[in-house]
Nanobody
């Protein structure tokens, strides 16, 4: 089992910045893909950004150029730097760890979520 703990949500004005962090209880070097998803009220959960074991990353079109995903393997932590926040970025953000080796093999882990509220 792997536990994912998110930090960093909060209230911010439009145009501001926040950094989310997600710390895993086991080495993220073993994980194929670490990602951030978000779910706004009344909407489906959607992928925001992922970072892969080979170092590659992918972003939703809506956040490209504003959000950056990164990882610190020594701290088993993945970050999501969110700049130029918009009202429509308001959502609960969830950390995800998908596939890999050891405890990650064949598994799909989720954090409990952290709320980001952007005031217009």
């Amino acid at each position: 089992q792997v536990q994912l703990v998110e930090f960093g949500g909060g209230l911010v004005q439009a145009g501001g910045s926040l950094r989310l962090s997600c710390t895993a209880s086991k080495s993220i070097v073993l994980c194929n893909a670490m990602g951030w998803y978000r779910q706004a009220p009344g909407k489906q959960r959607e992928l925001v950004a992922s970072i892969f074991r080979n170092g590659g990353s992918t972003y939703a079109d809506s956040v490209k150029g504003r959000f950056t995903i990164s990882r610190d393997d020594a701290k088993n932590t993945v970050y999501l730097q969110m700049n130029s926040l918009k009202f429509e970025d308001t959502a609960t953000y969830y950390c995800n760890a998908r596939g890999g080796f050891g405890a990650y093999n064949g598994m799909d882990y989720w954090g409990s979520g952290t709320l980001v509220t952007v005031s217009s």
